[in-house]
């Protein structure tokens, strides 16, 4: 007899078997519901008195298979601990449950003249649990960080149902040792986080969306440095190569721009700001430094439904990219000058192993998202040469002082890469401290670490 909120019927489990990482699956052998975050203690110190893998869900949107149970277990889902629990407009926080959805939480700080600036393209469907877990980034990264910026404390359990709290509602916080940032970004393997304090900004008022074209991907990548030179930091700068905007009209079946599509790379690139006149000033100042680095034409947003058709089209690549069949995707930081080298690096590749990549991302920050099609790649290829070439990538990354992940985290899929990433000693140090947090292994088991 299970206890009450947890459910093993098959079309649940089947349910929760995957998140949005390739074609992976992994069967629970039961799915937890907790519907209070009291509930919520009780079945994590059931599930650990009996040794049961406990593996953290939000909204289940992660590209690194950071919630999948690849050694059955439960899968606690936190979706319905999302309610928003304060907005404070004098001290400028909120107190959210981890089941919320990021833009609902958005929408309700935005209403009452605040923001909330972390702003990943699944921020309809992904949760702030999951966005915590991972670090997430977004488009705004750029200007405003990522969502490690904006945690201050944290409400946790850890896997055998002790509570924990981090931090505080302060902006600064210099008392022992910074737990909060420790959790950030653990993606569930040291603590359930269930309540967070986050900080807020006010909201800028106005906002100019202008879309640059370039006859090359690798031109229009090479730009981003030269843009920054003028002195301005967008609040986004986001490329598209060619093939990622065909794969979004297509997948939207809309045009982005009249003959925006012809070129071989764009950015879209946007500022905000509480004065239109000194926004429009920006505007134009992106664009001369944008043609002097080689773009040939220029499209701006004159009403908010363009500037949302802009954005719309952006947001779903991820998911255009998904629905034309199994894909590999990387998440790649380097320092923005290296970006076009790892462009360059990425199509080479790409002919020297056989596949296709589609590319976009956060060049803004430097996180190119490479997309490797399988495309009717025999299982050799796909299975033991893809591989070979995304080490090599991860190679290159590392060697431009880059990452192996930007914000999408490690999870189950890069987890054999952390070697490259780090030396021995310098895992061990991390598994350690796993070990502290959760010494019977139990917390989302098979993920971050090389088996």
């Known amino acids: 007899m299970l206890p009450e909120g947890v459910d093993a019927s098959l079309e649940l489990r089947e349910l929760y078997s995957h998140d949005w990482t390739e074609d992976l699956r992994f069967l629970p052998d039961a799915v937890a519901l907790p519907e209070s975050v009291d509930q919520l203690q009780v079945l994590l110190a059931y599930a650990y008195e009996r040794d049961i893998p406990i593996i953290p869900a939000g909204g289940r949107t992660g590209l690194s298979g950071g919630m999948l149970p690849v050694q059955g277990g439960w899968v606690f889902s936190l979706e319905k601990l999302n309610r928003i629990l304060t907005i404070d407009t004098h001290n400028l926080i909120a107190v959210a449950q981890a089941g919320v959805i990021t833009q609902h939480l958005q929408e309700a700080v935005e209403a009452v003249g605040l923001f909330y600036p972390p702003d990943p393209s699944s921020r309809g469907s992904c949760t702030l649990g999951g966005n915590i877990a991972h670090n997430a980034g977004g488009v705004r990264a750029v200007k405003y960080g990522t969502t490690r910026e904006y945690v201050l404390g944290l409400e946790a359990f850890l896997p055998d149902g002790r509570p924990l709290r981090t931090g505080s509602r302060t902006l600064k916080n210099s008392t022992g040792y910074n737990l ?38 690798r031109a229009a990548i090479s730009a981003v440095v030269e843009v920054l030179q003028a002195g301005i930091l967008p609040t986004a700068i986001e490329f598209m190569e060619r093939d990622a905007v065909l794969f979004g009209e297509a997948y939207l079946q809309e045009k982005l721009y009249p003959g925006a599509d012809a070129f071989g790379g764009l950015l879209l690139i946007e500022v905000d700001g509480n004065h239109p006149q000194v926004l429009e000033e920006e505007a134009a100042l992106i664009e001369e430094y944008a043609f002097r680095a080689g773009a040939r034409q220029s499209w701006y947003a004159q009403t908010a439904e363009e500037r949302e058709h802009l954005w719309r089209l952006r ?56 997309n490797i099609l399988r495309e009717g790649l025999p299982d050799t290829v796909w299975k033991e040469e893809v591989p070979k070439a995304i080490e090599e990538l991860f190679r290159f990354v590392i060697g431009q002082g880059g990452a192996i992940s930007g914000e999408h985290g490690i999870g189950w899929v890069q987890r054999r890469y952390m070697p490259l990433q780090f030396a021995p000693h310098e895992l061990e140090l991390m598994k350690a401290l796993k070990r502290v947090f959760d010494p019977k292994g139990l917390l989302n088991p098979g993920k971050v670490f090389p088996e």
Do not use: M, W
């Open 180 to 217: 909060t940032q420790l959790l950030v970004g653990s993606e569930g393997t040291l603590a359930v986080i269930h309540t967070a304090t986050l900080k807020l900004l006010p909201r800028p008022r106005y906002v100019r969306t202008l879309l640059l074209g370039f006859p090359e991907a």
């Open 315 to 370: 947001r779903c690549l991820g998911i255009a990219v998904k629905s034309s069949g199994p894909y590999k995707e990387e998440d790649t930081v380097v320092p923005r000058t290296a970006l076009p080298d790892l462009l360059e690096k990425v199509k080479a590749l790409g002919k020297a192993y056989g596949f296709r990549s589609v590319c976009y991302g956060h060049v803004g920050d430097g996180n190119l998202h490479i």
